[in-house]
Nanobody, 127 residues
Framework: QVQLVESGGGSVQSGGSLRLSCAVS????????MAWFRQAPGKEREGVAF???????RYRDFVKGRFAISQDNAKNTLFLQMNSLKPEDTAMYYC?????????????????????WGQGTQVTVSS
C-alpha cells in the first residue's frame, strides 16, 4: 500500500521559514516525478514545485527564489524548503507522485497526472 505522509507545517510570521517533509512508503519513487501542490480555502489546488528523478527541479513563478524542492532517495523522502514566506502562501500543502508515468520526468503538471497523494499539512503565514 502506497502512503505519502507530509509533516512540517505550522504557523509562522511573514518572512519566516518552514521545511516540509513527505515520507513515502510502499513505493520506491526513484523513477517518478515528485511534486508539491497547495490549496488555499476557496481556491483550486495548484502545483508549487516539481522534481524529476534526476533531480531537475521546476517551480511556479510565485515561489521561484523562495522555495526549494529536494529529495533523499535513500530515505524515500521529499522536502520543500520554504523561505521568505508570505501570507498568500497560506494553504494546505500536499506531496504527490506520478508513479513513473513519464519515466521520471515531470512532463505534465496537471493534478490528473499524479497518482498518489498525501493527506496534506497546513501552512499558515501571518502578516
Amino acid at each position: 500500500q502506497v502512503q505519502l505522509v507530509e509533516s512540517g507545517g505550522g504557523s509562522v510570521q511573514s518572512g519566516g521559514s518552514l521545511r516540509l517533509s513527505c515520507a513515502v512508503s510502499g513505493y520506491t519513487y526513484t523513477s517518478s516525478c515528485m511534486a508539491w501542490f497547495r490549496q488555499a480555502p476557496g481556491k483550486e489546488r495548484e502545483g508549487v514545485a516539481f522534481i524529476d528523478s534526476d533531480g531537475t527541479a521546476r517551480y511556479r513563478d510565485f515561489v521561484k527564489g523562495r522555495f526549494a524542492i529536494s529529495q533523499d532517495n535513500a530515505k524515500n523522502t521529499l522536502f520543500l524548503q520554504m523561505n521568505s514566506l508570505k501570507p498568500e502562501d497560506t494553504a494546505m500543502y500536499y506531496c504527490a507522485t506520478d508513479a513513473g508515468r513519464f519515466s521520471g520526468r515531470c512532463a505534465r503538471s496537471g493534478l490528473d497526472y499524479f497518482r498518489y497523494w498525501g493527506q496534506g499539512t497546513q501552512v499558515t503565514v501571518s502578516s
